[in-house]
C-alpha cells in the first residue's frame, strides 16, 4: 500500500467504527477503516440483540433524539423480543417487560460499513494496525498519514495503547454460539446453575438463537469451553457454529477518552454496559458523536475534547450506577448458588429490572 494519506482514520469495522466512519464521512472528510481480518462482522463475538429506542432512551436520556441512527432496515430485525427472563439457580423464572430485537450482526456490521462508504468512506481489510511512529499508524500494509485517528479495535485497544489512553481493566471472558431450534421470543438469562460467578443466556432469532455463557475469572474456576458445554448439555442445544470467545468490559466508560488527535470509541472506550455486556446501542450513540467531532475538527478545528464531554454527559452517570451495581452483585451474589438465588429474591423483579436497566436498585 506503501504511505497513505486520509484525513481520519479508523481502526476496527465493528458498530463503533462503522458509524464513526461514516457520521465523519458525511462532514466532506476523507475516511479510511482498517480492519486486521479478512472480513467485516466475522466472527460473531456478540449476543446480537438490540434493546428498542424506548429502552435506549430510558437508559440513556441524555443522548438525544435517536431514531435516525437506529432507523435500520427490516431484514436486520430477525426476531422481537417480548421480554426478558431471569432465571436463578433453582430454575425460578421471573420476567421483565422488555422490548427490543435480535440481529445477525455480521449482516449489521456489513451494512453500517456500507453506509459509511456510501458517504465516501474506504474500507481496506486484512490490514492489521501495528503502533503510532512519528506521527503516523504503522500497519501490516504500510504507514498511513492521518489528522485523526479513532480506535473502534476493542476491549484490549491497540489505538488505546498507543495514545497512552486507560485500558479497560478487568473485562469479563464470554463465548457464543448459535444453536439451532424454535426458541420462545423471551430473552433468557441464567444466574448460578453453571458455576458460581456464572451466568448464561438464551436470545431467540429465526430458528436459532444465540446462547453462551461469561463468567467471573475471580470467582469461577474452570474454562470457557468446559462451562459452555455443561450449560449446553443442561438445555439439549443443537450448536451449529464454533464456540467464539471474547472480552467484555465490565467496569463502565474510561476516564479518558481523547489524547492529542486520538479517541477510542465502543468497547475501546468500556462504552459497554456492565451488568449485561451490552453494547451495540452505545457503539452507535458514542459512533455518531466521535465521527461528527472529527469530522467537525477536520473541517473547522473543532476540539476532540467535545467528544469526550458529550460521552461524559450521555454514558457516565447510568454507566456509573451499572458499574456499582455490578460490583454489589460481585461481592454479595456470586460467591455460591445459594447466595444468587438468596439475592435475587431480596431485589425482586422491580430492583432487577433496575439493574438491567442502569439504574439505582436501592434509592
Excluded at 453494547?279 to 477536520?298: F, Q, S, W
Aim: hydrophobic fraction near 40%; charge should be positive; proline fraction near 6%.
Amino acid at each position: 500500500m506503501g504511505a497513505m494519506r486520509t484525513d481520519i482514520l479508523v481502526v476496527g469495522s465493528g458498530p463503533a467504527g462503522g458509524t464513526a466512519a461514516r457520521y465523519a464521512a458525511s462532514k466532506g472528510a476523507s475516511v479510511t477503516i482498517i480492519e486486521r481480518r479478512p472480513d467485516v462482522g466475522v466472527p460473531v463475538r456478540c449476543g446480537e440483540m438490540v434493546p428498542s429506542n424506548e429502552e435506549i432512551m430510558n437508559m440513556f436520556p441524555n443522548a438525544g433524539d435517536i431514531t435516525s441512527l437506529f432507523d435500520l432496515p427490516n431484514n436486520l430485525r430477525l426476531r422481537e423480543i417480548e421480554g426478558i427472563k431471569l432465571i436463578d439457580p433453582k430454575g425460578k423464572e421471573r420476567l421483565l417487560d422488555f422490548t427490543g430485537y435480535t440481529t445477525d450482526r455480521e449482516k449489521f456490521d456489513k451494512y453500517l460499513v456500507s453506509e459509511a462508504v456510501k458517504e465516501g468512506a474506504e474500507l481496506v481489510t486484512g490490514c492489521l494496525f501495528k503502533g503510532i511512529e512519528d506521527g503516523k499508524a504503522v500497519t501490516s500494509l504500510g504507514e498511513i498519514e492521518y489528522k485523526v485517528i479513532i480506535g473502534a479495535d476493542g476491549p484490549g485497544s491497540r489505538v488505546a495503547k498507543a495514545l497512552g489512553l486507560p485500558k479497560n481493566d478487568l473485562p469479563y471472558p464470554a463465548v457464543t454460539a448459535q444453536a439451532k431450534g424454535d426458541f420462545d421470543p423471551y430473552v433468557k438469562m441464567f444466574f448460578g446453575g453453571i458455576a458460581p460467578g456464572a451466568y448464561g443466556w438464551i436470545i431467540p432469532k429465526k430458528g436459532q438463537a444465540n446462547v453462551g455463557i461469561g463468567f467471573s475469572p475471580k470467582f469461577t474456576d474452570g474454562t470457557l469451553s468446559g462451562l459452555f458445554e455443561k450449560f449446553a448439555e443442561k438445555h439439549g442445544f443443537e450448536i451449529t457454529t464454533r464456540l467464539e470467545g471474547k472480552y467484555v468490559p465490565s467496569k463502565g466508560m474510561l476516564s479518558a477518552l481523547v489524547s492529542g488527535n486520538g479517541m477510542v470509541v465502543g468497547d475501546s472506550a468500556g462504552h459497554v454496559i456492565p451488568v449485561n455486556g451490552g453494547g451495540v446501542p452505545l457503539a452507535l450513540i458514542a459512533g455518531k458523536v466521535c465521527g461528527e467531532v472529527a469530522g467537525d475538527n477536520v473541517a473547522g478545528g473543532r476540539s476532540l475534547a467535545d467528544y469526550q464531554n458529550e460521552c461524559v454527559k450521555i454514558f457516565r452517570k447510568p454507566l456509573n450506577i451499572a458499574a456499582g451495581n455490578k460490583k454489589l452483585a460481585d461481592t454479595l451474589a456470586f460467591g455460591s448458588d445459594r447466595r444468587t438465588g438468596v439475592c435475587m429474591s431480596l431485589l425482586g423483579t422491580r430492583r432487577m429490572g433496575n439493574l438491567i436497566r442502569c439504574k439505582r436498585i436501592f434509592p
